[in-house]
């Protein structure tokens, strides 16, 4: 099983930057993809953007394509959000996931961080 923490969100002025960062324990994840979902309040939870930890593919919402950047350190076992430009509508808790799947399907994803929280003031 893996254990995945969350770290990095916080308070920032729009047009700011955060960068989260995901850190694994547990396992390897070799073959495996990383992603970050947000859950803003009254709203369902949707993708942000992906990495595929062998081949660092990615992938990214629309909302965040050119904004936010997902990267990742094999040596520290962490997957990082850089989020430049922020915008109050990106205020939400941000969550990092495993999936053994290829996909930006919720439901593809096997294990949850505890999320953090990420405000865009105006």
């Known amino acids: 099983q893996v254990q995945l923490v969350e770290s990095g969100g916080g308070l920032v002025q729009a047009g700011g930057s955060l960068r989260l960062s995901c850190a694994a324990s547990?396992?390897?994840?070799?073959?495996?993809?990383i992603g970050w979902f947000r859950q803003a309040p009254g709203k369902e939870r949707e993708f942000v953007a992906a990495?595929?930890?062998?081949?660092?593919?990615?992938l990214y919402a629309a909302s965040v394509k050119g904004r936010f950047t997902i990267s990742r350190d094999v040596a520290k076992i962490t997957v990082y959000l850089q989020m430049d430009s922020l915008e109050p509508e990106d205020t939400a808790v941000y969550y990092c996931?495993?999936?053994?799947?290829?996909?930006?399907?919720?439901?593809?994803?096997?294990?949850w961080g505890q999320g953090t929280q990420v405000t865009v003031s105006s």
């Open positions: 990495i595929h930890w062998a081949y660092e593919d990615t």
């Open positions: 547990g396992r390897t994840f070799s073959g495996n993809a």
């Open positions: 996931a495993t999936s053994f799947i290829w996909s930006t399907r919720i439901t593809n994803y096997n294990y």
